[in-house]
């Protein structure tokens, strides 16, 4: 049976209705997949990720001017791989986790996971790696940068940013943004 590990963060509700959607998705198209989803953050970091979390939603919520300054900073930035290298307890949660579930393919919301998964896994490439980019139309450096095997977009608008930003073609799949498949039964009771 194929495996699917969705990871996740509640750093703004995006990233989680993103997940959501896929694991939604997942089990319509293909229920016989085993899928966990999970957000490794609170699990790891418990208090002191729910302060970053609360200043983070705060921040966007009351000085979005101050929020895109840090976004633009952050789409300046070149070594994200490096600053995630300093996640330890983090890449230990997900290492225990990869040992423990297997996956055959991680699906991450989440910017950080995809460039945490070859840090765990080095040479060893027993699963995928797809990012599901969930900002759209402007594109953060700090997604596509990632060493993703695949990059799932909501547009082409978005899919062009990540083509600009050195991602082949071939890697980039544009997909919509992954939402409950519930929203399709809408169609039919017309």
Same mark, same amino acid.
Request: positive net charge; aromatic residues 12%; glycine residues 6%.
């Given at each position: 049976?194929?495996? %699917?590990?969705?990871?996740?963060?509640?750093?703004?509700?995006?990233?989680?209705?993103?997940?959501?959607? *896929?694991?939604?998705?997942?089990?319509?198209?293909?229920?016989?997949?085993?899928?966990?989803?999970?957000?490794?953050?609170?699990?790891?970091?418990?208090?002191?990720?729910? %302060?970053?979390?609360?200043?983070? *939603?705060?921040?966007?919520?009351?000085?979005?001017?101050?929020?895109?300054?840090?976004?633009?900073?952050?789409?300046?930035?070149?070594?994200?791989?490096?600053?995630?290298?300093?996640?330890?307890?983090?890449?230990?949660?997900?290492?225990?986790?990869?040992?423990?579930?297997?996956?055959? *393919?991680?699906?991450?919301?989440?910017?950080?996971?995809?460039?945490?998964? +070859?840090?765990?896994?080095?040479?060893?490439?027993?699963?995928?790696?797809?990012?599901?980019?969930?900002?759209?139309?402007? *594109?953060?450096? %700090?997604?596509?940068?990632?060493?993703?095997?695949?990059?799932?977009?909501?547009?082409?608008?978005?899919?062009?940013?990540?083509?600009?930003?050195?991602?082949?073609?071939?890697?980039?799949?544009?997909?919509?943004? +992954?939402?409950?498949?519930?929203?399709?039964?809408?169609?039919?009771?017309?």
């Amino acid at each position: 049976m194929k495996r %699917i590990l969705i990871l996740t963060a509640g750093f703004g509700e995006g990233h989680n209705s993103a997940a959501r959607g *896929v694991r939604a998705g997942l089990a319509r198209v293909a229920p016989k997949v085993e899928v966990e989803l999970r957000d490794l953050f609170p699990e790891t970091f418990g208090t002191l990720n729910e %302060i970053v979390r609360r200043a983070y *939603v705060t921040l966007i919520n009351r000085w979005p001017k101050l929020w895109g300054f840090v976004y633009n900073w952050l789409d300046q930035k070149r070594d994200f791989d490096a600053r995630f290298r300093r996640f330890r307890r983090l890449k230990k949660n997900l290492g225990r986790l990869l040992d423990r579930f297997q996956p055959d *393919v991680v699906v991450s919301t989440f910017p950080p996971y995809p460039y945490l998964l +070859p840090q765990i896994l080095g040479n060893d490439r027993r699963c995928k790696n797809v990012a599901i980019v969930t900002d759209s139309i402007t *594109v953060n450096a %700090i997604w596509y940068q990632s060493p993703a095997d695949y990059f799932l977009v909501a547009n082409e608008q978005s899919a062009a940013v990540v083509r600009e930003g050195g991602v082949p073609s071939e890697k980039i799949k544009v997909f919509g943004f +992954p939402v409950s498949p519930r929203f399709a039964d809408f169609k039919k009771d017309r």
